[in-house]
Structure formats: structure tokens, C-alpha cells
């Protein structure tokens, strides 16, 4: 790591509008430039926030193609890449991809200062039958002496991406997602929020303040990603979308979290909003969790690559009405 002691960040929260690129690409245009002048040199905005999100499992396979774009000549990647450039900021940016094979992901772009981009592929997706996992970890330098990583939304979910991402040097963890109020199977899990909750948020803000604040969005939150950054000794940049979302209603909650768990700075606003800090890469060396992963013994890890015979693609394992099994013997 370089010898600079801290970096400016910064996440975003955001309404989409569904299948509206030109209206999200203007929102992230005005985020852009506010962050430009905190200086800021990371910025994240939220999963697929370019195309939307929630209305894409509505959509039939060849709506969903219409809404990809290839990372080399697609518009929208040209855009956030020039500001990228323009800006010496790194900027990620949640779309769905067209793979040089024709393949469908949802995919998360990290826009350099040198015009490069690093394309992360969700390794979960569960948004579409369109729509294919990635197979691999994302991982890389910057210019301010940092590695970053990238893991989209359910991906953070699953603790093994979190720990490997940081076997491979990640510093930060940029956490795109789409969350909160989501229909959740496990009894005490996520349960939906009232749509119109959301559009009477003018007038009901003490109640629609406690709904973000509460088991539905932040509460549920910190039940884990507190624990994803202090277990791996890294900081969080979690973005989120905000408000209804098809027939969901996101909890926005943006928040940059410290390799000791600690929130630095948050937002529980019902609207869009800028969340911006400065990291203390001092904390980095010494973090417990990354003193922790000095103690580990690899070799007892073995059932960590093996098949229990009970794993399910991501939508089976997502949406299943079945109970969930656990052991060789189930």
C-alpha cells in the first residue's frame, strides 16, 4: 500500500427509473459532479442502476437483451468512463452486460482514471433466467496505492466471496445493491414495506424514517455487513438504491463502514443522497480481522471447495419453496 494515510470516498443512494437509461445516467451525472468537488476518488453508485432492477424479472429474454450493453461500445459505460477520466475518479457503475459470447450478467463496472474498466460479473444473479452468474473474483490496483473489490449485492451474502476477495488484496469492498424491503422466506428475514408508505413519505416522514431505520432495512443490515469488514480487515462503500422499485420499496441506507465494522458515515434519508468519507488507511495494517487471517490453518479447510449435494443454481436457491437441507446425509 502507498504511502498516502487516507482517501476520499464516496457512495451513493438513488431512485431508478425502470428501463430509463437517460434519466439514471443524468442522476449519476449530478452525483458525479458533487462529488468532484468533495474530491473524491471513489465513487459507487448502486447494482444495475444504469438499466433498473426490479422490473427486470418481468421482462421476457428479449426485453432483457434490449437493455444490455457490451463494455467496449455500449453508451452508457462511454459516458461514465470519459467523467472517470475527466475526473481522476474511480467510478462503479451497476448495468447488464452483453458478454462478447452473446451472454447475459449483471454487472458491475469500476470506471478508472486512465480510461480502463474492470467488469465485475455478480456471481449469484437470480434477476432472470436471461441473465447468467459470474465465475470469477474482481480484484485490482488503483493509483492511490489501495486494491479494490467488487461483490454485487447477494454476493456479499454468502461469507466465503467476502474472505476470498480479501485473500486476493482488497483494501475496499465497493457493495453495490438493490435491498431492503424484499420478501424474505426465513421467518425473521427482510418483509416487504407498504408502496404507499413511500409516496406518502412527505407526510408520514417519522413513520417512513423508522421503516428505512428498521428490520426491514438498516437493522437487517447490521445484522452482517458490520461483520463482512471486520472479519476481513477491510472498508465497505455500500450503495444502495432508495424508494419503490417495481413493487418494492429499497431502504437506500448508504453507508461507509471501517475495517473495525465501525459505520464512518451513513444516510437513513427517505430521497436520493451522497454519502461521502475519508478513509484512514492506517487502520488497514492492523485491523483485527486482518490479524486474524495470520492464525488461519488452510489445510483444515477442505469442505469449503467440496459439494454437499444440496447446492441449487442462484434463482432455485433464491426463490425455492423448498426447506433448506444441510449435511452429505440430507
Not at 449485492?153 to 469492498?173: F, H, P, Q, S
Not at 437493522?219 to 472479519?231: I, Y
Amino acid at each position: 500500500m502507498g504511502d498516502k494515510a487516507s482517501l476520499k470516498t464516496a457512495v451513493v443512494q438513488f431512485q431508478h427509473q425502470a428501463g430509463n437509461k437517460k434519466y439514471n445516467l443524468l442522476m449519476m451525472e449530478k452525483f458525479i459532479e458533487q462529488a468532484c468537488v468533495q474530491q473524491v476518488k471513489i465513487l459507487a453508485f448502486p447494482e444495475m442502476c444504469i438499466t433498473g432492477y426490479w422490473h427486470v424479472p418481468k421482462l421476457n429474454s428479449v426485453q432483457v437483451e434490449a437493455l444490455a450493453e457490451s463494455v467496449s461500445t455500449g453508451p452508457s459505460l462511454a459516458l461514465i468512463r470519459s467523467l472517470a477520466e475527466k475526473h481522476q475518479m474511480l467510478i462503479g457503475a451497476g448495468f447488464i452486460e452483453r458478454a462478447p459470447d452473446g451472454r447475459l450478467y449483471n454487472a458491475y463496472a469500476a470506471c478508472m482514471p486512465d480510461g480502463s474498466v474492470h467488469i465485475h460479473r455478480k456471481l449469484h444473479a437470480f434477476e432472470h433466467t436471461a441473465i447468467s452468474s459470474g465465475n470469477n473474483f474482481t480484484v485490482f490496483d488503483t493509483p492511490w496505492g489501495v486494491k479494490v473489490g467488487i461483490l454485487i449485492c447477494w454476493d456479499n451474502n454468502l461469507v466465503e466471496n467476502v474472505r476470498a476477495t480479501a485473500l486476493l488484496g482488497a483494501d475496499i469492498l465497493l457493495a453495490p445493491h438493490q435491498t431492503g424491503g424484499t420478501h424474505s422466506r426465513s421467518p425473521f428475514g427482510m418483509k416487504p414495506i407498504a408502496l404507499d408508505l413511500w409516496e406518502q413519505r412527505a407526510t408520514r416522514k417519522q413513520e417512513m424514517t423508522a421503516a428505512i431505520r428498521g428490520i426491514n432495512g438498516r437493522e437487517w443490515l447490521l445484522r452482517w455487513l458490520p461483520a463482512r469488514a471486520h472479519d476481513n480487515g477491510l472498508f465497505i462503500l455500500f450503495s444502495n438504491g432508495i424508494g419503490a422499485d417495481d413493487d418494492e420499496v429499497r431502504t437506500g441506507n448508504a453507508m461507509i463502514l471501517d475495517p473495525y465494522g465501525r459505520i464512518i458515515e451513513e444516510t437513513w434519508a427517505a430521497a436520493d443522497a451522497m454519502v461521502s468519507a475519508e478513509l484512514d488507511l492506517s487502520l488497514l495494517a492492523m485491523s483485527t480481522g486482518r490479524r486474524w487471517t495470520h492464525g488461519r490453518r488452510p489445510e483444515l479447510y477442505h469442505i469449503l471447495t467440496e459439494r454437499q449435494g444440496y447446492e441449487r443454481d442462484a434463482i432455485s436457491a433464491r426463490f425455492s419453496d423448498d426447506v433448506p437441507q444441510r449435511g452429505k446425509d440430507k
